[in-house]
């Protein structure tokens, strides 16, 4: 059901990397997340983040092995279109950490020229300034 919902949603992490291992792997704290995630569950006062945690870093460990086991070196324009997608799939504002979650292989420096190009472009505009700017999809 995980690779389906992750196909849906255009992540194939799952063609490449076996999912079902990393689990496996970390079977521990896998039944960990799914006890916390539980507690409270008749009350419906249950709280889904600790297992969604933890399935969120089996798909970063996912993509980190693929990069690792592929040395696959993405040229500066794949990078910069990864940010021009993640842009448009993340709400009307985001910040930068919010990029950086959702392009895991592609560096800082990368991801702020890519949205300063944005905004050069008239797409995006920033609000704020430093680490606590945020920008706003227009």
Not at 13 to 32: F, H, P, Q
Not at 46 to 52: E, I, K, V
Not at 69 to 77: P, R, S
Not at 106 to 123: E, F, N, Q, Y
Request: glycine fraction near 6%.
């Amino acid at each position: 059901m995980t690779l389906l919902l992750l196909y849906q949603f255009g992540f194939e992490i799952g063609r490449y990397v076996n999912l079902e291992r990393l689990i496996e792997a970390s079977k521990a704290t896998y039944y960990d997340s799914l006890a916390l995630a539980d507690v409270d569950w008749t009350e419906s006062q249950h709280d889904h983040a600790p297992f969604t945690e933890y399935l969120l870093g089996v798909v970063l460990a996912a993509y980190r092995e693929l990069e690792q086991n592929t040395a696959v070196d993405l040229d500066h324009g794949a990078r910069t279109r990864m940010v021009e997608r993640a842009v448009e799939s993340l709400p009307a504002q985001f910040r930068l950490a919010d990029v950086e979650k959702y392009c895991p292989l592609v560096g800082r420096d990368t991801i702020r020229s890519a949205l300063t190009k944005l905004k050069h472009d008239g797409k995006i505009v920033s609000e704020g300034q430093g680490r606590a700017a945020a920008w706003r999809r227009l």
